[in-house]
């Protein structure tokens, strides 16, 4: 599974902006999808992550209520909407995917996913 994050840019403090994270195939339909971000410096954290069989979604507390992770089958994308931004959000942003049905505990964990595309670039002015 090939997987491409893009989207990222700059905005300013308040802003917003929709990642994307394409597939390679339809691998969407199940498993589990990753948000995670890596700041200058900083190691590479957990922002989202959603098993899509029961709908099972964790968020960071960082970014709880401003972020929402979605997808459209059709298209074979999956989305990182991002409302409120601060500069702290500021990373390079990667989607990252297993075939395996997650739990709650660990969605957030990196060493979970097998399969991660390029990151893309966010940076929040402020």
């Known amino acids: 599974v090939q997987l491409q994050a893009s989207g990222g840019g700059l905005v300013q403090a308040g802003g917003s902006l929709r990642l994307s994270c394409a597939a390679s195939?339809?691998?969407?339909?199940?498993?589990?999808l990753g948000w995670f971000r890596q700041a200058p410096g900083k190691e590479r954290e957990f922002v989202a992550g959603?098993?899509?069989?029961?709908?099972?979604?964790a968020y960071a507390t960082s970014v709880k209520g401003r972020f929402t992770i979605s997808k459209d089958n059709a298209k074979k994308m999956v989305y990182l909407q991002m409302n409120s931004l601060k500069p702290e959000d500021t990373a390079v942003y990667y989607c990252?995917?297993?075939?395996?049905?997650?739990?709650?505990?660990?969605?957030?964990?990196?060493?979970?996913?097998?399969?991660w595309g390029q990151g893309t670039l966010v940076t929040v002015s402020s």
């Open positions: 195939e339809s691998t969407f339909s199940s498993g589990t």
């Open positions: 990252a995917f297993t075939t395996r049905n997650l739990i709650y505990s660990s969605l957030s964990s990196r060493a979970e996913y097998e399969n």
């Open positions: 959603k098993r899509w069989s029961f709908g099972t979604t």
